[in-house]
């Protein structure tokens, strides 16, 4: 097991995120998905009670919205302890109002300078959005919202398209970003520089997360 250290919040930037800037929170989430390649991480296995409860008062730097795939843990892919990073995950990493409305609380009220949308290959939302085109079946439920969400980003990729899936989960990050960078709420910090909406896809194969920028084709 990883040792705390009895380090407060366990993060180089635990504490620091009001005033923290969008790059050096973006360094430290990346840094974190760099020792979770190598193994080595630091926070990684350490999902203790004692933990937790180290970490005290939250004070999150980031906040990353990501899909609901089981191979995809965010506070285990970026190496990161309780009380570092806030952690908002639905089907296909859909945007909604109450999506949007953490977003927001958590950018205007806790202070974060990051907002990180994380898409993944092969994600079924996505594959299941590109079947739902394809057979013009939309799905039962509230399953039927997610695909409608998802199917502008696979509808300007062209559900023919033998590279629909994963090009498809590229767009439908970079729309996210572009999106939530529009947000009346949330456009003006990040105008101003506060603030930075950044898209990026996770490799299962690796582990390894890499940005989307400039976005998807
Ligand atoms: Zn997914």
Redesign the pocket.
Known sequence: MASTGGVPAGSALAGQARGGTPGAALAELLAGNRRFVSGQPVHGHDVTAAAATASGDQQPYAVVLG???SRVPLEAIFDQTFGSICVIRT??HVLDRAVLGSIEYVVEVLGVPLVMVLG?ER????QATVDALRTGRRPPGSLAHLVDRIAPAVAEVGVDDPQVLPVAVRRHVARTVTTLRADPRLAPPVTAGRVAVTGALYDLATGEVALLDPPGR
């Open positions: 899909c609901i795939d089907g296909g993944h994600c079924g939302a996505v």
